[in-house]
């Protein structure tokens, strides 16, 4: 797809558009309690951001099962050289970060990638033109389902994921919130659960 671009070619810009305000960017410098103290009385307003990534979990069964991966150690991993080739991918969220993880993992060769998701496509906190670019590169959306357990074999390594059918129900910050709907449970089968939530 000519108009992928990779996570890092994404950071990039990012960083690029921030810096196009005027902000200024010190790196190397170590900050302790003296320097903290100097910039609150130097700058009306901080923002800390040290890069300190932690998980998001589903709290659901089976979610520490084998497979199961956060985003951030999932491109880690692909960082590392350790690709998705040939497996079933299914990544679960919404948003940005979901869609990098889906569409970086069609890229590492996995099989099927597909995208499960709780509420709408048009409720997704992606950008449109990620959605767009995911759907453009055969990423399957699974809307309306939320995730119930994760199934695992005899060795503990993911098999399926279960979700339950949502429906749309009463606004709540400014989105419709999902509902349970009168469904039964379905049964995703795959290899890698990639979690990008939050």
């Known amino acids: 797809i000519p108009n992928y671009r990779f996570p890092r070619e994404r950071l990039q810009e990012d960083i690029d558009a921030i810096l196009s305000t005027g902000v200024e960017v010190k790196l190397n410098t170590r900050i302790g309690t003296e320097q903290i103290n100097e910039i609150g009385q130097s700058y009306d307003a901080v923002f800390i951001a040290i890069g300190a990534h932690s998980d998001k979990k589903l709290n659901i069964e089976g979610e520490n099962s084998h497979n199961v991966i956060s985003a951030v150690d999932m491109l880690r991993e692909i960082g590392d050289d350790q690709y998705p080739d040939g497996k079933r991918v299914i990544v679960v969220g919404g948003g940005n970060v979901a869609m990098d ?98």
Request: hydrophobic share 45%; charged share 30%; proline share 5%.
């Open 101 to 198: 993880c889906a569409r970086t993992a069609v890229r590492s060769k996995a099989k099927t990638v597909s995208i499960v998701y709780r509420r709408r496509q048009e409720d997704m906190t992606a950008l449109p033109a990620e959605i767009e670019g995911a759907i453009a590169e055969g990423i399957e959306l699974l809307t309306l389902k939320a995730p119930l357990r994760v199934e695992a074999d005899e060795h503990g390594a993911v098999t399926a994921l279960w979700v339950q059918p949502q429906m749309i129900g009463y606004v709540r910050d400014g989105r419709p919130a999902p509902k349970r709907a009168n469904k039964l449970e379905e049964r995703l089968e795959c290899d890698v659960i990639l979690v990008a939530i939050g």
